[in-house]
T-cell receptor, first 110, second 114 residues
Framework: SQKIEQNSEALNIQEGKTATLTCNYTNYSPAYLQWYRQDPGRGPVFLLLIRENEKEKRKERLKVTFDTTLKQSLFHITASQPADSATYLCALGGYSTLTFGKGTMLLVSP | EPEVTQTPSHQVTQMGQEVILRCVPI?????FYWYRQILGQKVEFLVSFYNNEISEKSEIFDDQFSVERPDGSNFTLKIRSTKLEDSAMYFC????????????FGSGTQLSVL
């Protein structure tokens, strides 16, 4: 069956460092992969989308890589800030439904 | 910036009762969705809706669930005869893209079934 795995443990980093979150998947051939941010009690907020034929995508302090051979995406936040503390969800889809991973909580300490 | 609006933010109901969760998607979006998230679990797809029809639905979306777009702005999820396990946060989402890209989510309705 299709499976999306994200680090289940929270990631704790110091302000100013780069946070790297991982999304692995199995039994999937997604046309794209998306990353969302979710704050407690709120709906997910779209951050970035990367397509299967793209290796890397950037937006301000965010960078996403997508390796369809490894079936893995890495999500980087550079110069992290306490305001970046949230749960980050990866989601895979194509022309069918969008399926979310469970998310990784990021905690950025001042 | 336009946003998806959901009401109510919290809904408490007795088991067996019917509830209607309401959503106002972003006005120029054509594709609408309901997702749910049980506390501590992942966001799960329920149903997608386009052109006044269900496009896809998950196994969760059984006969107790229905969706409707009663007018040009509202999008509703009805749960008939609620069960304890229906307790969750229900999110509405919309997008202008046909391929489930870049979904805009509402803030959710927390449904508690007692």
């Amino acid at each position: 069956s299709q499976k999306i795995e994200q680090n289940s443990e929270a990631l704790n980093i110091q302000e100013g460092k780069t946070a790297t979150l991982t999304c692995n998947y199995t039994n999937y051939s997604p046309a794209y992969l998306q990353w969302y941010r979710q704050d407690p009690g709120r709906g997910p907020v779209f951050l970035l989308l990367i397509r299967e034929n793209e290796k890397e995508k950037r937006k301000e302090r965010l960078k996403v890589t997508f390796d369809t051979t490894l079936k893995q995406s890495l999500f980087h936040i550079t110069a992290s800030q306490p305001a970046d503390s949230a749960t980050y969800l990866c989601a895979l889809g194509g022309y069918s439904t969008l399926t979310f991973g469970k998310g990784t909580m990021l905690l950025v300490s001042p | 910036e336009p946003e998806v609006t959901q009401t109510p933010s919290h809904q408490v109901t007795q088991m067996g009762q019917e509830v209607i969760l309401r959503c106002v998607p972003i006005s120029n979006h054509l594709y609408f969705y309901w997702y749910r998230q049980i506390l501590g679990q992942k966001v799960e797809f329920l149903v997608s809706f386009y052109n006044n029809e269900i496009s896809e639905k998950s196994e969760i979306f059984d006969d107790q669930f229905s969706v409707e777009r009663p007018d040009g702005s509202n999008f509703t999820l009805k749960i008939r005869s609620t069960k304890l396990e229906d307790s969750a946060m229900y999110f509405c989402a919309s997008t202008p893209y046909a391929t489930n890209e870049k979904l805009f989510f509402g803030s959710g309705t927390q449904l508690s079934v007692l």
